[in-house]
T-cell receptor, first 118, second 108 residues
Framework: GAVVSQHPSRVICKSGTSVKIECRSLDFQATTMFWYRQFPKQSLMLMATSNEGSKATYEQGVEKDKFLINHASLTLSTLTVTSAHPEDSSFYIC??????????????FGPGTRLTVT | GQNIDQPTEMTATEGAIVQINCTYQTSGFNGLFWYQQHAGEAPTFLSYNVLDGLEEKGRFSSFLSRSKGYSYLLLKELQMKDSASYLCAVRVRRALTFGSGTRLQVQP
């Protein structure tokens, strides 16, 4: 089946630094990838949708200059949290969707990345 | 705008049946999903409904009424491992909008 990986699984960084999170589709070509953020005991909030080779579409309230998304290939999307602050500490989850996939799964989720900013 | 409502918490007994409800008001509808999520892990797919009616899959069933903006997830023969959060999500165009999730606690 379709597998999506994320790296790193956990990261701790200092306030003011930048962190890059990778999302890879391992056995299919992901034309669309989605980035979600989840705070403790809350549900997933969509941050942005990225299509391969084009600019990401950000949800209202998400700062595009702070959360840089690159989807340069059909198997890789990256999310860079720039100038991270403690309030950016969260669980970041990506999901991927490929063209022509008509299965009811539609989106395949990665295992998530736990970001802690100190 | 999108609005998806689920109960925050539920408790049930091992071996019993539990129904988790979800109501939604969205600008557009292209399917409703149920996911299970254990703490600190990514969601895992449980079910998908796009037409009205009941979809059964082993111990899990999901129902949809599009006219009422209503769905439920039915879990039968509850097991301790079913203790998790259950997320209702509506697809609008390509993206999923998630409800706040229902934390289910299964007790012996």
């Amino acid at each position: 089946g379709a597998v999506v990986s994320q790296h790193p699984s956990r990261v701790i960084c200092k306030s003011g630094t930048s962190v890059k999170i990778e999302c890879r589709s391992l056995d299919f070509q992901a034309t669309t990838m989605f980035w979600y953020r989840q705070f403790p005991k809350q549900s997933l909030m969509l941050m942005a949708t990225s299509n391969e080779g084009s600019k990401a579409t950000y949800e209202q309230g998400v700062e595009k200059d702070k959360f840089l998304i690159n989807h340069a290939s059909l198997t890789l999307s990256t999310l860079t949290v720039t100038s991270a602050h403690p309030e950016d500490s969260s669980f970041y989850i990506c999901s991927a969707r490929g063209e022509g996939q008509i299965s009811s799964y539609e989106q395949y989720f990665g295992p998530g990345t736990r970001l802690t900013v100190t | 705008g999108q609005n998806i409502d689920q109960p925050t918490e539920m408790t049930a007994t091992e071996g019993a049946i539990v129904q988790i409800n979800c109501t939604y008001q969205t600008s557009g509808f292209n399917g409703l999903f149920w996911y299970q999520q254990h703490a600190g892990e990514a969601p895992t797919f449980l079910s998908y409904n796009v037409l009205d009616g009941l979809e059964e899959k082993g111990r899990f069933s999901s129902f949809l009424s599009r006219s009422k903006g209503y769905s439920y997830l039915l879990l039968k023969e509850l097991q301790m491992k079913d203790s998790a959060s259950y997320l209702c999500a509506v697809r609008v165009r390509r993206a999923l909008t998630f409800g706040s999730g229902t934390r289910l606690q299964v007790q012996p």
